[in-house]
Every structure is written in C-alpha cells, then in structure tokens.
C-alpha cells in the first residue's frame, strides 16, 4: 500500500512542494516546528534511513543543505537544522527547518493548527528563496504539484 508521502507525491493528497527532482521532493508539513519546516522525501518508498542506499542518501542531504541554505535566506535564521526520526510516516523522510537554538529543535513545539494561508505562505517564501539561491530549476511550477 502506498505511504502517506507517495500519496502526496502522486498528488492523491494536497502538498505543498518546494523543490522536486527525479529522486527527491521536499514540501512543507502540516505541522511545522519552526515557520518554513520543510520534509525532504525520497520518490521511492523507502522506510526508514537505515534502509536507504548510499546514493540516495547522499542526494537528500545536499537537497536538504539546498533548502536550509534557502530557509536561512528566507527568515535570516542563523543556522538550518536537519532531524530524522521518521515514526510519524514509514517513508524516509528529513526534517529541514530554520532554527535559532537547539531548545526549540523539538517535536513538542509542532504547531498542527496553523491556516493553509500561513503554511502556503512560508512554502512561497522557501521557494522564492531556492530561486533567489539559483535552484529555479529543481522548483516546481505549482505549489500543489511536484512536477517541474
């Protein structure tokens, strides 16, 4: 059965994308920990780090330094955090987010009640910021969709 993130991938369920290639997406999750907290996810179902082979990984992880470079940029953070844990969906998955300190680095400051109109908005700002940085061509066209 498809994951949550292939669903979303497949545009089955509503995401808000920000950076699409022939390996990897990235979209804004519903509950954010920090404005701009992005999901980096492998197109393949991978389930957990662990599992993922060593050229996949490697490409997550620039695209995730990509994004935090772009999320640095977009709310003058002074530094981009990247977190695995990966329990909430069985499909690999980065947490990528503008951080400020390690305190506020934790799932309890996940904020699932936030308006579409904000999470749009903080995606829009990822994305202007990717394009800004040169990685117009890994943006999608649409924020609803992954295609290029």
């Known amino acids: 059965m498809a994951t949550l993130f292939t669903k979303i991938i497949d545009g089955d369920i509503a ?3 920000v950076w699409a290639d022939d390996v990897a ?4 999750t519903i509950a954010p920990i920090t404005d701009g907290h992005v999901l980096v996810v492998p197109r393949a179902e991978i389930v957990q ?3 993922a082979p060593d050229d996949v990984l490697a490409h997550l992880t620039v695209v995730a330094r990509t994004i935090g470079q772009a999320q640095q940029r977009a709310w003058d953070a002074p530094r ?3 977190l695995v844990a990966g329990f909430e969906v069985p499909h690999l998955h980065l ?10 680095l934790t799932f309890a400051n996940a904020r699932p009640d936030l308006p579409a109109a904000e999470l749009d908005a903080a995606a829009e700002r990822v994305r202007s ?7 117009g061509a ?9 295609d290029l």
Do not use: I, Q
């Not at 947490?95 to 506020?104: G, N, T």
């Not at 890994?138 to 992954?146: M, Q």
């Open 80 to 82: 981009a955090a990247l």
């Open 129 to 135: 910021a990717l394009v800004e940085l040169g990685h």
């Open 49 to 51: 780090l662990t599992d």
């Open 138 to 146: 890994h943006v999608p066209d649409s924020l609803t969709s992954p």
């Open 15 to 17: 995401g808000r994308f």
């Open 95 to 104: 947490h990528v987010l503008p951080a400020w300190d390690e305190a506020s």
């Open 25 to 28: 997406v990235a979209f804004g």
